[in-house]
């Protein structure tokens, strides 16, 4: 009987130890609002899968990586993606990959991957590059990378590169995630769609109303 009785308990206790550790899928979007009908549902978290008889091998490539990009616009890099967008077989698979191009004195600006941590290598040229940790520390990491330097941003984290040098850089990146997203920081606060009240940015910046308006007149470039 004590022994049923034990059991009992090491198979309930079992159970609520699985329970307590269990926790919900990573998101692969921004956000995935909850339908009762599934019948006007349009989303999943990822993407639908494709039967594996009717897979084939373009399904798992991608080909231009080499190719640079033109760097001509306000922040002086492009960045180049190769995700679930461009290769359907990532799907699920949690990885994906950039090439991101800098002109001199370029930088990728400030930014998060709300879904991924980061490893980048430069292949070309030297890049200032670092990452900011949370409240309430907010500690600068950083560091200056030469060809065939890594540096690691972890997930979530405010990062950029800046390249310091007076020739083009290159730099390529993996990313813990098949679709990492990515919030450029100034893009974000001074031109969201609507705007935000000019009253919460003066006072959380510590600005001026009408600098805060001019700010939000600008033309923010996404560099992706």
Not at 41 to 47: A, L
Not at 66 to 77: A, D, E, H
Not at 126 to 147: A, C, D, Q, W
Not at 177 to 201: M, R
Request: hydrophobic share 45%; net charge neutral; with cysteine.
């Amino acid at each position: 009987m004590k022994a049923i009785h034990f059991l009992l308990v090491f198979v309930v206790l079992a159970l609520a130890s699985s329970f307590a550790s269990a926790s919900d899928p990573s998101p692969l979007q921004d956000f995935c609002v909850a339908i009762d009908d599934y019948k006007n549902g349009v989303f999943v978290n990822g993407k639908f899968c494709k039967d594996p008889k009717l897979a084939k091998p373009e399904d798992f490539f991608f080909s231009g990586l080499n190719i640079p990009q033109k760097t001509s616009n306000p922040v002086g890099s492009t960045v180049t993606p190769v995700n679930v967008a461009q290769i359907a077989g990532l799907n699920t698979l949690g990885v994906s990959l950039v090439r991101i191009d800098y002109a001199p004195y370029g930088q990728n600006p400030p930014h998060t991957h709300p879904r991924a941590s980061e490893i980048l290598v430069v292949q070309e040229g030297t890049l200032y590059v670092g990452f900011v940790t949370s409240n309430p520390e907010n500690k600068l990491f950083t560091k200056i990378l030469n060809k065939g330097d890594v540096f690691v941003f972890p997930i979530g984290l405010i990062h950029f590169q800046f390249n310091i040098g007076k020739t083009n850089a290159v730099a390529f990146a993996g990313l813990s995630s098949q679709n990492p997203g990515v919030i450029t920081i100034a893009n974000a606060v001074f031109g969201s769609d609507p705007p935000i009240n000019p009253d919460v940015l003066a006072r959380a910046f510590q600005l001026d109303q009408n600098v805060v308006k001019s700010l939000q007149a600008k033309f923010w470039w996404d560099n992706n």
